[in-house]
């Protein structure tokens, strides 16, 4: 038995006649005969009943059928495996990003693809979680970065971060405020984007509380507009105004009562086979995610102290002090 003699099998089994397999294989009718007699003959049980017009298989053939069609699967995996392993990645990948994900990672990713890849061409959607998730069930995106995922049998979930949501708020309205507890979140009204305002309702929820939305904007950059006008309060993760938030422009307060978070998660197909042109930008994705991590990017930053007001003196009795010298 070889993997010839399996293959013969195969497709005797599939087209259910030995003469119109060895048509289909392009081999004489009787060496094929052959091939399967050797196998019966190596196990010795009867794989087929000859019938007046083709071959039907015995209980053993089907068992013996499903054994064959494993092999064959995996020998074409590992095919496929080897040759990917050889191939220099190469082509047009689509990368899903959402609006909160995209500023953060595309510089570093599209300096190590112009660096390691060449010769792959990137396509960048930016949509919200939902979007892209049925993107990827229906082949629209190669390869995404998604929010708090739900569980799939479809889709390859490889779990990247987990970042706190927050409660950002212009400077001059952080007096010396931490933290927020559940309850003055909820009085608390808030401005933020529909895909984070679902994040945070479920999590809070499980404790009986919800926001107090004042306004939805999937706009980002609207939001911190907003925010560095002095309008407004917001949730988002931590790392979507990072620098803003260092920098005091924008100010950054815990939840103190619940680990409000969002973890992102790197999703393929699950079934697909990825050229080797997505894996070596999935690998690009999750390695930025890394440098991203371990500069502080998705923790609350070390912010600038308060500038301390400057002690006016009393000038009348400067005045007095100054006299009393001449």
């Not at 799939?152 to 931490?178: A, F």
């Not at 422009?249 to 999703?267: E, F, G, P």
Request: glycine content about 6%; charged content about 25%; overall charge positive.
């Amino acid at each position: 038995m070889d993997l010839r003699s399996i293959r013969y099998f195969v497709q005797i089994a599939e087209v259910g006649s030995i003469t119109r397999a060895a048509s289909h294989l392009g081999i004489a009718q009787p060496a094929l005969s052959r091939h399967i007699h050797g196998i019966e003959d190596e196990l010795g049980i009867q794989l087929l009943v000859r019938l007046p017009r083709g071959v039907r298989l015995t209980g053993a053939g089907r068992q013996f059928l499903d054994h064959c069609r494993r092999i064959m699967r995996e020998l074409d995996r590992a095919r496929d495996e080897l040759r990917s392993g050889m191939e220099i990645p190469s082509g047009r990948v689509i990368l899903g990003l959402s609006p909160t994900v995209g500023p953060l990672l595309l510089p570093g990713v599209i300096e190590r693809v112009r660096r390691q890849c060449p010769q792959i061409t990137l396509k960048i959607v930016e949509w919200f979680s939902t979007q892209l998730y049925d993107a990827l069930l229906t082949g629209r995106v190669d390869v995404a970065v998604l929010t708090n995922a739900p569980p799939s049998r479809t889709l390859k979930m490889t779990p990247l971060i987990s970042e706190p949501i927050v409660v950002l708020s212009p400077p001059q309205l952080r007096g010396t405020r931490r933290f927020y507890t559940l309850p003055e979140l909820s009085k608390t009204p808030i401005v933020t984007s529909e895909a984070i305002r679902h994040i945070v309702e479920e999590q809070i929820g499980r404790y009986g509380w919800r926001l107090n939305v004042e306004a939805e904007i999937d706009a980002i950059e609207a939001i911190r507009r907003l925010l560095l006008r002095g309008i407004g309060t917001s949730v988002m993760p931590v790392s979507t105004f990072h620098d803003d938030i260092r920098a005091g422009r924008i100010t950054a307060c815990q939840i103190a009562d619940a680990n409000v978070h969002r973890i992102l998660a790197l999703a393929q197909q699950a079934e697909r086979r990825l050229s080797a042109a997505v894996e070596e930008i999935s690998q690009i994705v999750a390695g930025e995610m890394n440098t991203l991590f371990d500069k502080g990017l998705f923790s609350m930053p070390a912010v600038p102290p308060v500038p301390a007001k400057p002690i006016m003196r009393d000038t009348k009795r400067a005045a007095q002090a100054a006299l009393r010298k001449r």
